[in-house]
């Protein structure tokens, strides 16, 4: 569809969570025109996810830290979205962002669901704030309902005022785990322990990063006494490795891993629970930006992010990236990120303070990725029989029958052998476990012609 | 008696939502909050998988929360594959297990 010049903004932000947000507000602040594209019908991403209005709820902050700085971005949003400078594109999902003659498209399928209909934002600019979904590594009995992600607990939690169980156990790896277990179980559920595969003691081997960063050990020590308040327990180099139950979860086995995460036989200790909510950190979410030629890096986690010069900048030329795109580092990084990408955007010089703020909040995000990166030996708790890609029923057997016995060696070929990877959720979930599977090494950034499912119909309309 | 007030989602954050209405699951009346998700609901009323796998036929609900991992698949009001955790639930919705690729209508 043509696209007049009048409707070309000088800038479209993709996602408007912490740092979409903040970019798009900035960006406005210093004068340029705005298109903020995102999926939800309210900003603030998954980080400040927030009960619909409809719940009615006067306190939303309780499930959520640093609350009134994302409200008062809010509020300058309202201020520019009344002004004109800012255009607020709710419940778009973005499908694909490609360069027309005189501006970037930006493509999207419409409504809670992407399932309404189709929508094209024109801008002369186009900065990624797309986030991250959470990392899974598969174990025995992980399909079963009551096995929901950490961030998918926390998510229907902070949206729906629900939870799926009332004794839940958390488990996984990495930060967020004590954030879920805190709101969980100052939500009313009974969590009897929080079971971190990796440890803490990974932090203290950046000391200097440490001490440069006093309000994540400030943030630390807060998770601590709230988990500490409701008598959660928490195991660290310990796993869940299997759980128990035919059409629902009645209990899991929580087992000792050694220092490659490999389980330490006759450890296993059954814990009675409803319900599991399991996570092993976040994975950006690249689709976009590797669509358009974005170039990627490795991080310490062992996941893909993007390749960014100090002002934000991706390898694309008229194509900046902030928040979790250029590596998992947390909401008041992506802020940064955010604010930082709008001052190149606007030709401007930020101040010292904020480029010193971003260098030394990176720094923090890469011991934190150091500390809770899955070591190797976690593929030895699957059986033959574990699923590993959810949506196709693929098992390990079957991935490692196409590695040991077909010679595939990366999750593309095992993809062709097993279909795992093949359905609706298009190797989002399964894909850093295949990737470990079939002894890739180097993480390969997903690469997805579309970002989300757009019918044919609507890609066959003009 | 403790009569204390229990620790709840909508306690935790004071919600005063506005009156409940009526959903069905397979038939079954349950009860949903305005701004809800259909998945929300079903989780609130004690359900957690409305959907069969395509292989195994094995129960599955929401996973992810965010609508990335398509787990909570449902047929809404004889549409199958809405992913469940994003579409809000509205007054009167029929929500159907769905099973398998959730076109059976289809299938000669």
Same mark, same amino acid.
């Given at each position: ?263 330490? #036989? /006759?450890?296993?200790?059954? $814990?009675?629970?409803?319900? *599991? =909510? @399991?996570?092993? !950190?976040?994975?950006?979410?690249? %689709? +976009? ?32 990236? #902030? /928040?979790?795109?250029?590596? $998992?580092?947390?909401?008041? *990084? =992506? @802020?940064?990120? !955010?604010?930082?990408?709008?001052? %190149? +955007? ?54 490692? %029958? ?61 | ?108």
């Amino acid at each position: 569809m043509p696209i007049s010049p009048s409707d070309t903004h000088d800038l479209a932000v993709i996602g408007a969570g912490p740092a979409g947000l903040a970019a798009a507000v900035t960006a406005a602040d210093l004068g340029l025109t705005v298109a903020l594209v995102d999926a939800a019908a309210r900003p603030g991403g998954q980080f400040y996810r927030q009960p619909a209005p409809g719940l009615g709820a006067a306190r939303p902050q309780a499930l959520h830290h640093s609350w009134g700085a994302f409200a008062r971005r809010a509020a300058r949003l309202d201020v520019h979205r009344a002004a004109g400078r800012v255009r607020h594109v709710t419940e778009h999902h973005v499908w694909a962002v490609t360069r027309e003659s005189a501006h970037w498209a930006v493509h999207a399928v419409t409504g809670p669901d992407g399932a309404q209909g189709r929508a094209e934002v024109a801008a002369r600019k186009v900065l990624l704030a797309t986030g991250a979904y959470e990392r899974q590594l598969p174990f025995p009995g992980w399909t079963l309902p009551g096995v929901v992600g950490a961030g998918g607990a926390q998510a229907m939690l902070k949206a729906g005022l629900v939870m799926p169980g009332q004794r839940i156990v958390v488990a996984g790896s990495g930060p967020l785990l004590l954030a879920v277990a805190g709101s969980l179980a100052a939500a009313g559920a009974s969590v009897p322990v929080v079971v971190e595969a990796g440890g803490y003691a990974g932090y203290a081997r950046a000391p200097r990063t440490l001490a440069a960063n006093p309000r994540k050990l400030v943030e630390g020590a807060a998770h601590a006494a709230t988990l500490r308040r409701y008598g959660v327990r928490i195991r660290t180099h310990s796993a869940i490795t299997a759980v128990h139950g035919t059409d629902r979860v009645e209990a899991v086995t929580l087992t000792r891993l050694d220092r490659d995460w490999r389980p330490v #036989a /006759g450890t296993g200790v059954r $814990v009675p629970c409803d319900a *599991l =909510a @399991v996570g092993h !950190g976040l994975v950006p979410q690249l %689709d +976009l930006a590797t669509a358009l030629g974005c170039a990627t890096r490795r991080c310490p986690d062992g996941t893909a992010a993007l390749v960014l010069d100090g002002r934000q900048r991706t390898t694309v030329d008229g194509v900046w990236a #902030a /928040g979790e795109a250029g590596g $998992v580092g947390g909401a008041e *990084l =992506a @802020v940064v990120e !955010g604010e930082l990408a709008a001052y %190149d +955007l606007a030709r401007r010089a930020p101040g010292g303070a904020l480029l010193r703020r971003r260098d030394r909040l990176r720094r923090f995000a890469g011991a934190m990725a150091a500390a809770h990166a899955p070591r190797a030996g976690w593929s030895d708790w699957l059986g033959a029989d574990t699923e590993v890609c959810r949506c196709e029923e693929v098992t390990a057997g079957r991935i490692r %029958d196409a590695v040991d016995d077909l010679g595939a060696r990366d999750t593309r070929t095992v993809k062709l052998l097993t279909r795992a990877g093949m359905g609706w959720c298009q190797g989002r979930v399964c894909g850093p476990a295949v990737a470990h599977l079939a002894g890739e090494t180097e993480p390969a950034a997903g690469r997805r012609l579309l970002a989300c499912p757009v019918t044919l119909g609507e890609l066959a309309r003009e | 008696m403790n009569r204390r007030r229990r620790r709840t989602p909508a306690a935790l954050v004071r919600a005063a939502p506005g009156p409940a209405f009526e959903i069905t699951l397979d038939g079954r009346a349950l009860s949903a909050l305005p701004g809800q998700s259909i998945a929300a609901a079903l989780w609130a009323a004690g359900v957690l998988s409305w959907r069969t796998t395509r292989q195994s036929g094995r129960p599955r609900g929401a996973f992810c929360g965010i609508g990335s991992c398509f787990d909570c698949l449902a047929t809404v009001n004889g549409v199958p594959n809405q992913r469940a955790c994003l579409v809000p639930a509205r007054p009167g919705d029929a929500v159907t297990t769905q099973e398998g690729h959730g076109r059976a209508d289809l299938t000669v």
